[in-house]
């Protein structure tokens, strides 16, 4: 298997612009997580889905980010508008029923 | 919600050496898992254990579910070893699938 496969690895945009950050996890695999790491607050979940619904997106900082899965294997997560303190490496993972593995990471650069 | 603590913080090895990572939680686990990010920023997972030992190669860990406490050991250390070791649980008793994620250990390893 191909691991969870996240696009695009870097991007560097403009405050004020869309992002979006794809993911396609494992095949098989029944939840997917949208996480988001920095320096200052280390590794947060913002969002996890099980069998295509969002479960519990308590950890989604403000209504400029959304996400979204519309089928098993595929997951997008929104920012609009981007603001600088949105930079940051965001992690996909996805699970059966217990390992999380993780996906490369994007990593998000708002001037 | 559950608590996870790391020590040491961070960790200074010479080749060869080994040592003991310890990640102590404030109650009950369905799932711990141990995952080390290397210096490129993947997150790489290393262990599934909620309970017991388990061990792969050069590392092996044990969880003491009773006593609240998962310790990963690394032997004959080296350079490809360096980064971060997180430890991350699920909380028994909670309808989800929420890792918590400890703060880290960073170790170095020098030649």
């Known amino acids: 298997d191909a691991g969870v496969i996240q696009s695009p690895r870097h991007e560097v945009t403009e405050m004020g612009q869309e992002v979006t950050l794809r993911c396609k996890p494992i095949?098989?695999?029944?939840?997917l997580f949208w996480y988001r790491q920095t320096m200052m607050r280390g590794l947060e979940l913002l969002i996890y889905?099980?069998?295509?619904?969002?479960?519990?997106d308590s950890g989604m900082p403000e209504d400029r980010f959304s996400a979204k899965m519309p089928n098993a294997s595929f997951s997008t997560l929104k920012i609009q508008p981007s603001e600088p303190r949105d930079s940051a490496v965001y992690f996909c993972?996805?699970?059966?029923?217990?390992?999380?593995?993780f996906g490369p990471g994007t990593r998000l650069t708002v001037l | 919600g559950i608590q996870v603590e790391q020590s040491p913080p961070d960790l200074i090895l010479q080749e060869g050496a080994n040592s003991t990572l310890r990640c102590n939680f404030s109650?009950?686990?369905?799932?711990l898992q141990w995952f080390h990010q290397n210096p490129w920023g993947q997150l790489i997972n290393l262990f599934y254990i909620p309970s017991g030992t388990k061990q792969n190669g050069r590392l092996s860990a044990t969880t003491v579910a009773t006593e609240r406490y998962s310790l990963l050991y690394i032997s004959s250390s080296q350079t490809t070893d360096s980064g971060v070791y997180f430890c991350a649980v699920i909380g028994r008793g909670g309808a989800t699938n929420k890792l918590i994620f400890g703060t880290g250990t960073l170790l170095a390893v020098q030649p």
């Open positions: 889905f099980n069998n295509n619904v969002p479960i519990d």
């Open positions: 095949s098989g695999h029944n939840s």
């Open positions: 109650d009950s686990v369905n799932n």
């Open positions: 993972a996805s699970s059966g029923w217990d390992t999380q593995y």
